[in-house]
């Protein structure tokens, strides 16, 4: 079956048919109270329903909340039913395998195929745009004042495109935006990011950079703004190779930009790198804390579009877990094909949504030679946003790195803290308050694997308990008529 939504609105009503999605018809208010709501919701076992609050007291626009809150529909907006799916295509595609016969070309011909059909295609028209507001109030969309101490409203699932302003690649990140008044946001984007690089080249060119902020459109592409794809790699694309059809697109009114048709909302508009930084904060953070008063660039406003009848989709991050884990738990596993391209040794990795991604990675391997742990981890720590990771801890391959119970077992039985941690300096993510620094200070890696005598392990390593495998199969035989249950 080919993808099966063609919008946010859409994916909303297939999440309702099932019964995945609660409306909210109290009129609730968009500072805090929506927050409230939404926070006790994704806190429920397996992430509660997406909530649709079709009143928002004073606006005439729903606030659609939790959308992608659980394993369930986050694999709906996708259309697999397992994300891991999407990294080996991937994987296939960039693998440099040399055709060896005709028919050996002609296999690798669908996987091109899938590419071709992938590309983004441009569009005259878009329902994006059946309205367009050439003087712009951002204080007429129903944006959510998050947390008590934030700083204002935020735009909190903003997709927000720019292009590099000498080759003219797209980027689109998924940045927070602090509404500064009807036609000013200020554009969290932070110093690791790829719309922060663009920033920079802006500036040093002397132009002004072109932004569009997307809310909505086909259901993958929130998600795929939140993917550290690397910089090259049109998000556009990747989201027409999920849906295996292409996204598309329509041109911006007022700026050179294109974004997706069949989005709810967009606001158009530009940052000029002349302009002096403005205060963007405090902000309710993911790690749980409020990220304080920093410096970031403003964003003219300079147009806003939308449908006749749009959805306003928001997310709230806050205290794990939150929507975010199950966004983050996408890109760990289409991810994980991409790891293995570049490291094979690698048997799994998981980075918890309780260490808010970035503090921890747990990663098992097949140890294969001395020092092995501190190869993975060292390779790690350079790739990409994964280099961002503060404590990597590497296992033999038979632990299971997704279940904290096997972590913590053989983490604590295995490691000696005085031979086996290893501290290091590197960029860290500008949310961490620990560091005296913003986005520098210090990395642990542990080596849980089992130690050799050539690490200088001089000891018998003891063996794992294991049953006689014959007891076993014959329990297995029993198990019902034992009556255990
Ligand atoms: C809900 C949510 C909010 C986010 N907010 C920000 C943000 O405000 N600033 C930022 O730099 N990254 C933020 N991120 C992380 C980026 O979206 C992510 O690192 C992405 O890979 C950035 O895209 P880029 O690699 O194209 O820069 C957020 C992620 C999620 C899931």
């Not at 002096?276 to 147009?303: N, R």
Request: hydrophobic share 40%.
């Amino acid at each position: 079956m080919g993808y099966p939504f063609r919008d946010l609105q859409e994916f909303l009503k297939a999440l309702e048919r099932k019964r995945l999605l609660a409306r909210v018809k109290e009129p609730l208010s968009v500072e805090l109270e929506i927050t409230e709501v939404t926070d006790r919701v994704c806190k429920m076992p397996g992430g509660g329903k997406a909530l649709l609050f079709e009143r928002p007291k004073g606006y005439s626009i729903p606030v659609a909340t939790n959308v992608y809150g659980s394993y369930e529909r986050m694999k709906m907006a996708l259309n697999v039913d397992d994300p891991e799916e999407i990294g080996w295509k991937l994987y296939r595609i960039l693998r440099p395998e040399v055709p060896q016969s005709f028919l050996d070309k002609l296999k690798k011909l669908p996987e091109l195929k899938k590419l071709n059909d992938a590309i983004p295609k441009l569009v005259k028209k878009g329902k994006v745009q059946e309205v367009v507001e050439r003087e712009p109030d951002l204080l007429s969309l129903p944006i959510l004042k998050c947390w008590p101490k934030d700083g204002g409203r935020y735009i909190t699932f903003g997709q927000v495109v720019t292009k590099d302003p000498e080759t003219g690649v797209r980027n689109v990140g998924l940045y927070r935006l602090q509404v500064l008044g009807k036609d000013r946001l200020a554009v969290h984007w932070q110093i690791h990011k790829d719309g922060h690089r663009h920033y920079l080249k802006a500036k040093e060119l002397k132009k002004k950079l072109e932004v569009a902020v997307v809310i909505g459109g086909e259901p993958p592409l929130p998600y795929v703004a939140s993917a550290p794809l690397p910089p090259e790699v049109d998000e556009y694309l990747f989201a027409g190779l999920i849906m295996e059809r292409p996204v598309e697109l329509v041109k911006g009114v007022t700026i050179d930009l294109e974004y997706p048709a069949n989005a709810e909302i967009v606001i158009e508009g530009e940052v000029d790198p002349e302009e002096p930084l403005v205060d963007e904060g405090p902000f309710g953070d993911h790690t749980g804390f409020y990220t304080p008063v920093e410096k970031y660039p403003s964003m003219k406003v300079k147009a806003i579009v939308m449908r006749k009848d749009p959805v306003y989709l928001a997310t709230i991050v806050g205290k794990p877990p939150q929507e975010d884990k199950y966004l983050g738990w996408a890109t760990e596993r289409i991810f994980l094909p991409l790891v293995k391209f570049n490291l094979p040794e690698v048997v799994d990795y998981h980075l918890p949504a309780e260490g808010c991604f970035h503090n921890f990675c747990f990663v098992s391997i097949k140890k294969r030679y001395p020092g092995h742990a501190y190869k993975v981890a060292s390779a790690l720590l350079g790739m990409g946003l994964l280099s961002l990771t503060k404590h990597v801890v590497v296992f033999d391959e038979e632990v299971n790195v997704r279940d904290l119970g096997e972590v913590l077992w053989a983490w604590g039985n295995n490691v000696d803290p005085k031979r086996d941690v290893l501290i290091l300096k590197g960029p860290i993510d500008v949310l961490d308050h620990a560091t005296d620094e913003v986005g520098f200070g210090g990395k642990m890696v542990i080596d849980a694997t089992r130690k050799w005598r050539e690490e200088g392990y001089r000891r018998q390593w003891p063996e794992v308990i294991e049953m006689d495998p014959q007891v076993k199969k014959k329990v297995d035989e029993l198990w019902e008529k034992l009556g255990i249950g």
